[in-house]
């Protein structure tokens, strides 16, 4: 399966994040670089597009708990945009309904200025990356502390 693309758009204070592809960990560390670059930004809304989601790993929903995080320390809300049955099912068992909202869009506006998130081939931002999405996760639902904890101290 291929691997997601991932793209970012800004306009008017509003972030618009479009998956298309495999979500994992490969395409997460942009995504990171992103979550912690919100502060001190404008903030009025940030939708995540997973209609073309093929599929998410945990490091990449943990990548999605971060942003969700972030953003409500901001006074910001996250829209996870027409994910599919399954993509909520994931993202529901790792507790992520907490602080996400689920919005179906019938018409996506797809007037953005798109920006490749790109790739990251260093290791060592690959594995800090892992790392914080798995402890995000376990920060988000306490439920996911057995489920993570040997990947967080595996990746330590």
Not at 30 to 58: H, T, V, W, Y
């Amino acid at each position: 399966m291929k691997q997601a693309k991932v793209l970012i758009a800004r306009d008017d204070g509003e972030y618009h994040i479009k998956v298309a592809g495999r979500a994992n960990f490969e395409c997460s560390p942009p995504l990171r670089n992103f979550a912690n670059s919100l502060e001190g930004q404008e903030c009025k809304g940030i939708f995540i597009n997973l209609a073309e989601c093929a599929g998410m790993d945990s490091t990449f929903m943990g990548i999605l708990a971060m942003i969700g995080l972030k953003a409500k320390k901001f006074g910001c809300t996250v829209n996870i945009v027409n994910a599919d049955e399954n993509g909520k099912k994931l993202l529901n068992g790792l507790g992520l309904q907490k602080i996400n909202n689920y919005i179906e869009v019938s018409e996506i506006e797809d007037n953005q200025r798109w920006t490749d998130a790109g790739k990251s081939s260093d290791k060592t931002e690959k594995a800090e990356t892992v790392l914080e999405a798995h402890e995000t996760l376990m920060e988000v639902d306490k439920q996911n502390v057995p489920r993570f904890k040997n990947v967080v101290e595996f990746v330590k």
